[in-house]
RNA sequence: CGGGCUAUAGCGCAGUUUGGUAGCGCGUUCGUCUGGGGGACGAGAGGUCGCAGGUUCGAAUCCUGCUAGCCCGACCA
């Protein structure tokens, strides 16, 4: 976390805008055309490397981070074990789940020195598969979630909307072992549970639909759905599925009927993509509430069953000591994908607006005067303070004027600001004003710290 | 992978038709004045014109080949 203690440490020292590379540009680049992407770059969060694959610069890396913990807290929470496996993989397991054929054009494959068959990992389940069926011989040993959060590629034709589709992605993927359907079912509703809470915590509402399994086979999937205007899939729901929220609720992972009731919550009202839509059922839904718009895929969770557990020889022993395949379930969350569909659905003419949960900053400080002895030391107590609370600021030290202070906070999105100038000091006052509704209220710096404390201690 | 297009300073672009030694805006550096929504004035720095070959006295410009990137479509977390 970021200390006050030691006043030069590289976080104090970078939280400076003066020493922070913070390349934002004024000009919207020409290659960019969905906002996301457009602002990404313009607010120096991402730089492109090639075709479909990005450098994350300093203030991406932090918003990228930031959802990281949010996905590897609820993981946690959700009883999954945290691992990593490699980005590059050997073809050998490819081979055996057949899959090394089937995938197609979209898996880099790369030869190494020795003339072996390798791939940059599209996604893990052989990996994992083999990690397994090597270690776990009992059903005394499950159920066991797994998962990761990794760089994965996939060669798409296409590459486009920045690091929504892009070629290297961000993702976690995880893969439940069970001894049954039953209870790779409770797998997948408490995965369904556990990603709402996910997505709730990122500030954003995510619906669950219905939807297609595409290469990674199995019989039950839902994907998980921004609505954005910018989404690449056409989706209908029920409008009150956007009323449903986990809130606070108490959520036992363990409790089977806890977890199965609350999907049975979210998968009620009707939402599906243009995959499996069904205009009757849809028809059926009282007109008022039916909807149609777009959506951007953040997460998909899969039960496939014995699918790679047949092939790849992963069986345990059961109770009655017969040797039985597992019943599996994979589940992703696009992590850098995400980063894209806040702004796609957290923005305005002026720049991104990040909600609190996932802002690269809590609060900005803009000093109006940069050089006025009162508003520079004002803006350093500030500052120190603070940093010392955990609400780390961006200070605006930077001898630039007014209007550009305000554009560069309000391109970048910090949810809050805090306004420091000559004219507000002469009555002991400084602004805060909120980034999402434009409303600035003049307080005393202590008030303006407290507020920012109250904020941020309920997200 | 089909169709279309682009490549000139950090970013956005003009110059290419008609070959003559590279320009504008923003940004950037220095100075002065300014100071509550991208300010003004002055002085600078910055480019193998994507790469290779060819034509020519001379190529950003014409020709050939290559590479990279973008858009529409099909495809996809």
Redesign the pocket.
């Known amino acids: 976390m970021i200390g006050g203690s030691n006043p030069r440490s590289r976080s104090h020292f970078f939280m400076r805008l003066s020493r922070y590379f913070l390349?934002?540009?004024?000009?919207?680049?020409?290659?960019?055309?969905?906002v996301s992407?457009r602002l990404m770059l313009?607010a120096g969060m991402i730089r492109?490397a090639?075709?479909?694959?990005y450098s994350w610069l300093p203030l991406g890396f932090k918003v990228l981070r930031r959802l990281e913990d949010i996905v590897h807290q609820e993981q946690i929470r959700a009883g999954h074990d945290p691992m990593l496996m490699p980005t590059l993989q050997s073809a050998d397991l490819w081979r055996e789940s057949g899959r090394y054929d089937d995938y197609g054009?979209?898996m880099l494959r790369i030869t190494d020195r020795h003339g072996h068959d390798m791939l940059y990992g599209p996604t893990n389940e052989e990996l994992i598969t083999d990690i397994f069926r090597n270690s776990v011989q009992s059903y005394k040993q499950l159920p066991l979630t797994l998962y990761h959060i990794q760089w994965?590629f996939?060669d798409?034709?296409?590459?486009?909307?920045g690091?929504?589709?892009?070629?290297?992605?961000f993702?976690k993927d995880g893969y439940n072992f069970d001894i049954d359907k039953a209870a790779a079912m409770h797998a997948y509703n408490r995965h369904m549970v556990s990603y709402l809470r996910t997505y709730e915590r990122m500030g954003l509402k995510a619906i669950p639909m219905r939807?297609?399994?595409?290469?990674?086979g199995g019989d039950d999937t839902h994907?998980f759905l921004v609505l954005a205007d910018t989404g690449?899939?056409e989706v209908f729901y029920d409008k009150r599925i956007l009323d449903l929220s986990l809130g606070e609720r108490a959520v036992d992972y363990d409790d089977w009927d806890q977890c199965a009731a609350i999907k049975q919550e979210w998968t009620t009202p009707y939402a599906r993509t243009d995959e499996t839509h069904d205009a009757a059922l849809f028809d059926a839904i009282p007109e008022e509430y039916r909807m149609t718009s777009r959506g951007i895929?953040?997460?998909?969770i899969f039960y496939f069953g014995t699918k790679y557990s047949e092939p790849m020889n992963a069986r345990v022993t059961n109770a009655d000591g017969d040797l039985v395949p597992v019943h599996m379930g994979s589940h992703?969350i696009?992590v850098?994908?995400l980063v894209g569909a806040i702004i796609e659905a957290s923005h305005d003419d002026?720049?991104i607006i990040w909600p609190e949960a996932v802002t690269p900053f809590k609060v900005g400080i803009v000093n109006?005067?940069?050089?006025?002895s009162e508003a520079d030391s004002a803006c350093e107590a500030l500052y120190k303070e603070l940093t010392a609370k955990g609400l780390e600021p961006l200070y605006d030290d930077r001898?630039?004027?007014?209007?550009?202070?305000?554009?560069?906070?309000?391109?970048i999105g910090l949810p809050w600001?805090i306004?420091?100038?000559?004219?507000?000091?002469k009555n002991g006052v400084?602004?805060l004003?909120s980034r999402r509704t434009?409303e600035?209220r003049e307080m005393v710096p202590a008030e303006a710290i407290a507020e920012l404390e109250a904020i941020y201690s309920e997200v």
């Open positions: 390349p934002v540009l004024k000009e919207t680049p020409s290659d960019a055309h969905i992407h313009r492109q090639a075709a479909g694959i054009e979209e994965k996939r798409e034709r296409r590459p486009r909307f690091v929504m589709r892009g070629r290297e992605f993702m939807a297609d399994s595409g290469p990674i994907e690449e899939s895929e953040v997460g998909q992703g696009g850098s994908r002026n720049g109006l005067k940069q050089g006025d001898e630039e004027r007014a209007g550009g202070k305000f554009a560069t906070m309000d391109l600001r306004t420091v100038g000559p004219r507000g000091l400084v602004e004003t434009g600035s």
